[in-house]
């Protein structure tokens, strides 16, 4: 018996969607047990590779571009390559459901979140048993996601709380409570300051992550399928079960304005430079829309920090050092490098390249390997 065709579209609900770091495709999986790539220029399904028998609940994109990650109904990982559809490997990582696959920001790191109420460190690259569980959740843990330094890691669960979680030792750090439904998504401000988690219910809380202390809340209509900051730090983004995007002000939560874009969002996924959403649907597609308005607004970027040597041939004849900070970043506009000698500076700079204006979080990441 052959195959039935390829079509263009999940045969059901879209559980998961990711975009790529260079934000050019978005990587969807759904019940169907397919991976299906989409690009966002046009809109157009690109192609797919079936990963599972079993309905896909999560999916990602590893920082290089080179593999997909899948992750199954059946607890199951599985890592494909980007051009070949090879399988590279499959383990089970967890017991039930994968419901979230993120990477640290230096890529070095992937953490998943499952419906067997626990969560899973583990260095990419290393062989699959080096994990590690993190326990604490009473319910499903829906979602989980790193703090822009790398250092921390945030979980949400259907046991109505967030737990933020220290890498290094994979203890828990602090438990924040206030929602009275499941937690069922969640994100985090590009400067480490804030959190907003939604509810099944519709409840909206803005979390102050430097005093461990709720700061806001707001009732929305539906079930909160998504939570973005965008990259100017002070516009939070979210979108509901019904397909409502809300766009509100930090920390006040004030509205700013409304979309209805009538696609019934299962799930959704915001582009690594803060300008369209990916929302995955009930029907098999993923569709985008726009975020408008941020071309004049500087926005914020966490860099990383090392020690380099720019000693000069005059001061090495005079035996002299001269060792100063590095931060690099990539621009979230044009995705082209960006190197700073000496400090941050404390207003915005536009970017070298494409004159996007950028201003640069205090809080830095430390390179693992400083050139000094």
């Known amino acids: 018996m052959e195959p039935p065709p390829p079509t263009e579209k999940h045969q059901g609900e879209v559980f998961s969607c990711a975009y790529a770091s260079d934000g050019g495709f978005v990587l969807s999986a ?18 797919s590779v079936q990963a599972s028998p079993k309905p896909l ?3 990602a994109i590893s920082p290089d571009g080179r593999q997909w990650v899948a992750g199954s109904m059946e607890g199951l990982l599985s890592f494909w390559d980007a051009q070949t559809h090879a399988l590279l490997a499959r383990y089970a990582a967890h017991t039930r459901p994968i419901s979230t696959i993120c990477f640290a920001p230096d890529g070095a790191l992937m953490a998943t979140a ?4 626990s969560l ?32 921390c890691l945030l979980s949400w669960s259907h046991d109505a709380t967030l737990r933020l979680w220290d ?26 300051c804030w959190a907003a988690s939604g509810s099944r219910g519709g409840e909206l809380l803005l979390w102050d992550l430097g005093a461990c202390t709720q700061a806001g809340t707001v009732n929305l209509s539906a079930e909160v399928c998504g939570c973005f900051f965008l990259l100017d730090g002070t516009s939070l983004l979210t979108v509901d079960s019904e397909g409502h995007v809300m766009l509100f002000s930090v920390p006040d939560l004030q509205p700013q ?31 985008f829309v726009a975020v408008d308005g941020l071309q004049d607004r500087p926005l914020l970027v966490t860099a ?13 004849l005079l035996g002299r050092r001269h060792i100063t900070n590095v931060f690099a970043c990539n621009c979230p506009t044009c995705r082209r ?16 390249h494409c004159r996007q204006p950028l201003r640069y979080n205090k809080t830095t990441r430390v390179a693992q390997q400083s050139a000094c």
């Open 337 to 352: 490098p960006i190197e700073l000698l000496g400090k941050l500076p404390s207003d915005p700079i536009p970017c070298p």
């Open 30 to 47: 759904g019940w169907d047990g397919y991976l299906r790539l989409w690009e966002v220029s046009s809109g157009a399904h690109l192609t």
């Open 257 to 287: 304005f409304q979309l209805s874009t009538q696609f019934p969002a299962q799930c959704a996924a915001l582009s690594p430079g803060g300008t369209q959403l990916a929302l995955g649907c009930n029907d098999g597609q993923v569709r």
């Open 167 to 192: 890498v290094e030792s994979g203890q828990e750090a602090v438990t924040l409570s206030g929602h009275q439904d499941r937690v069922t998504a969640a994100g985090i401000s590009p400067d480490g």
């Open 120 to 151: 899973c460190l583990s260095k990419v690259g290393s062989d699959h048993d080096a994990r590690t569980p993190l326990f604490g959740h009473s319910d499903i843990a829906s979602g989980c996601s790193f703090l822009p330094d790398g250092a």
């Open 304 to 316: 990383t920090q090392s020690m380099r040597e720019v000693t000069s041939a005059w001061q090495r």
């Open 114 to 117: 499952s419906w067997d109420r």
């Open 57 to 59: 609940s999560a999916c």
